[in-house]
């Protein structure tokens, strides 16, 4: 593991945005920021049985008119194409809490469940890869015929049940939807992906464009960099290894490179770190940067990778990512899903802590 020097990455951080005013989304803590998953949970299923169980809803919210997902910005980058759910929503006070859900979905019901929303087929648009993650918009809406009244401070039970789906693909099938979704740990470990974005160059030698993977882990207090660099300048010769550095800025940019126009710079040149291991044969490199806990939790930054050979003169530029130092979830869980994920008819399902993020109306 190569650490990252705490003054550079303090220094880089800067002058801190202010947080806009927060709208209701469980779990809170992805509100602004991407969830760490994606599911295709209730919305992508052909027949189906879901809860979810909410804990972390303010005491202003005392009146749900309907909920809504959006789409994950980080697992598909293409299209996803209209689609139309036959579905059906019961809404109570939860008899349960995330951390004492029953596999069992009437346990989780309280008292006299509402059909908020009588079967009916509802219209989802089709939806373009955002421009940014998270996406800016709960796109795929869920309105509530008759309004649930929510006491302050309780817990909530949404239920949705699927009875089939119109899909490009054809009828009542499964399919990729891909709603934002977040894992949620009470051990003070979480993931953050990044939102990859531009294209890279291809190296001499190599007939596929220079790539990263990066994704920010945080373990409790420390929050490590994990980067996988793919196809770039190869080293041959490890007495003319090729040398990488992670460029980082505060905005994004596209500039093409002076000499070599089909390579882009999406990062300025606000903090570049040397990474200490060369790429192989293959021209791949994995390498871990500690000590990212310097920046505030929900800081953003570009990171791109750059790869080089003094010798040979080889220069490749990777796409860029969009990275988002992860902020902790609670030490107690603010949510859980029940599924049967292929039976509107089940009386019982799995219990995750993989949540969509949902925001409530």
């Given at each position: 593991m190569n650490p990252t020097p705490l003054l550079s990455l303090v220094s880089f951080c800067g002058l801190l945005c202010a947080v806009p005013a927060q709208t209701v989304v469980s779990p809170a803590s992805r509100t602004l920021?991407?969830?760490s998953a994606s599911t295709s949970y209730p919305l992508g299923r052909a027949d189906g049985r879901f809860q979810q169980?909410?804990?972390d809803l303010p005491p202003t919210?005392?009146?749900?008119v309907g909920h809504a997902f959006r789409r994950d910005a980080i697992s598909t980058r293409g299209s996803i194409a209209a689609f139309s759910v036959d579905?059906?929503?019961?809404?109570?006070?939860?008899?349960?809490?995330?951390?004492?859900?029953?596999?069992?979905f009437a346990n989780n019901h309280g008292p006299s469940p509402v059909t908020v929303l009588p079967r009916t087929i509802l219209n989802f648009p089709a939806t373009g890869r955002p421009n940014a993650d998270p996406a800016p918009t709960f796109e795929y809406v869920i309105p509530y015929?008759?309004?649930?009244?929510?006491?302050?401070g309780s817990t909530l039970c949404v239920e949705t049940i699927v009875y089939g789906n119109t899909t490009s693909s054809g009828n009542d099938r499964n399919f990729s939807l891909l709603l934002d979704a977040h894992e949620l740990r009470t051990d003070g470990k979480i993931d953050q992906p990044g939102f990859r974005f531009g294209t890279g160059c291809a190296a001499p030698g190599q007939s596929a464009t220079h790539y990263g993977r990066l994704d920010l882990s945080r373990d409790n207090g420390l929050v490590d960099l994990?980067?996988?660099?793919r196809n770039a300048a190869a080293t041959t010769d490890p007495t003319q290894p090729t040398m990488t550095a992670l460029v980082l800025?505060?905005?994004?940019?596209?500039?093409?490179?002076s000499w070599l126009p089909n390579c882009t710079q999406y990062s300025p040149f606000d903090l570049v770190l040397t990474l200490a291991g060369v790429t192989d044969a293959a021209g791949d490199l994995d390498e871990t940067l500690a000590g990212f806990e310097a920046l505030p939790d929900g800081f953003r930054f570009v990171a791109q990778l750059v790869s080089g050979n003094l010798a040979t003169g080889d220069l490749t530029f990777a796409d860029a990512s969009w990275m988002t130092i992860p902020t902790p979830d609670p030490t107690t869980l603010p949510a859980v899903r029940i599924s049967a994920a292929n039976d509107h008819t089940a009386a019982t399902g799995s219990v995750s802590a993989s949540v969509p993020v949902t925001m409530f109306l």
């Open positions: 920021v991407e969830g169980i909410h804990a919210l005392t009146s749900i579905l059906e929503v019961r809404v109570s006070v939860a008899a349960t809490t995330p951390a004492t859900a029953s596999t069992t015929a008759t309004p649930f009244s929510f006491p302050a994990v980067i996988e660099s800025g505060t905005a994004a940019i596209s500039t093409p490179w």
